[in-house]
């Protein structure tokens, strides 16, 4: 939505009112971003006669970022002009994924998702439901009945046979590519990881990275209940490893007592810890521990050596591209099972790999 003027008149539908604030929330006909309103932006003080499922038209503005996020100028449209349905005129792309020669209906998969519309055979221009196939491109626009359920609307076949092959760009035909040549850009990209100047943004760089290495018993630490805290730990094979991550040179003195912290709780039996769940709420995790070999590393853009020894808890500083060294020595292996993982990674990390 961002390439629309803040002069343009939008329609959408009222989707929540938030009567404690003054405000609510619209959803534009074309699919983009809710939109927030508040009371004020809606004309002829009717912001108490709105309710949820109301279609509304608007105008957009712009948030602190530049990016449209607020419905202006919000409207009322009665509901004569409604009609029971309403519809936008945008233009959307698809393809019939089903049709029901009887009911003279079907359905469309919206291009680029998942979500399926309905449609009836007076919804397909030139009356060419007869013509219409499984597999077939079509254009359509959304159309939405008082109950909120969307419909394919006005829908056109597209002629695949008056489009030439010609017509086509070159640079949107796919170029095949090889195992060997994936494998480089894998590498390639993380090698980009060293560039990172954002400390957050390096943490998720490094946890993909050792999810990609292939360590599965691996854990993201919450990130808004983290602080003087680790950010992640793993298991691979007999090895247990709680590790931070810093782009911070000289980190030794600054996390001398995060280290303390962090070998006083791999010496327990048990490790407890908050993990962020990909639904966003926080849980728990308990692992045993006990018999382990462990180690804490201070994962860095800079080198690989080993820092202290507590008893039977290394700490290490593990360069970052010797990671992706142990990554790319893996994908050119035909087959690396976990043992061969953990022994390469711990004989790896002992010494500064060449290269």
Request: glycine share 6%; with cysteine.
């Amino acid at each position: 939505m961002g390439a629309i003027s803040e002069t343009s008149r939008l329609q959408g539908r009222v989707v929540k009112i938030l009567s404690d604030k003054r405000g609510g929330f619209i959803a534009p006909d074309d699919q983009s971003d809710r939109l927030y309103f508040i009371a004020s932006q809606v004309e002829e003080d009717k912001f108490e006669t709105l309710k949820r499922g109301d279609v509304v038209t608007f105008t957009v503005g712009k948030g602190k970022d530049g990016t449209l996020v607020f419905a202006n100028k919000v409207e009322l449209v009665s509901a004569e002009k409604t009609n029971n349905n309403y519809t936008t005129e945008t233009r959307f792309s698809g393809h019939v994924k089903k049709v029901f020669p009887n009911s003279k209906s079907g359905y469309i998969t919206l291009e680029g998702s998942t979500q399926d519309l309905y449609f009836i055979a007076k919804q397909v221009e030139e009356n060419k439901l007869e013509t219409l196939q499984v597999g077939d491109a079509v254009t359509f626009t959304i159309g939405e009945s008082q109950d909120g359920k969307k419909f394919a609307n006005k829908i056109q076949l597209i002629d695949v046979e008056q489009i030439e092959p010609n017509d086509y760009p070159a640079e949107s035909i796919p170029t095949p590519i090889t195992c060997d040549e994936l494998k480089n850009q894998i590498i390639e990209q993380f090698k980009r990881i060293v560039n990172t100047t954002n400390s957050s943004e390096f943490e998720d760089l490094v946890f993909l990275l050792l999810r990609t290495l292939g360590i599965h018993s691996l854990y993201q630490y919450d990130k808004r209940n983290q602080a003087g805290r680790a950010d992640g730990f793993f298991i691979i094979g007999n090895l247990a490893v709680m590790y931070d991550c810093t782009l911070i040179s000289a980190f030794e003195e600054y996390k001398k007592d995060q280290i303390e912290n962090y070998i006083n709780k791999l010496e327990q039996a048990h490790l407890t810890f908050d993990i962020r769940a990909s639904e966003g709420a926080k849980r728990k995790k308990t692992l045993r521990i006990d018999g382990k070999s462990k180690q804490v590393w201070i994962i860095t853009t800079d080198q690989t050596r080993e820092i202290s020894d507590y008893g039977n808890i290394k700490v290490k500083e593990v360069s970052v591209n010797h990671l992706i060294w142990l990554l790319q020595y893996k994908l050119n292996r035909d087959v690396i099972e976990e043992d061969d993982l953990a022994l390469n990674l711990l004989s790896r990390i002992e010494k500064v790999i060449p290269g």
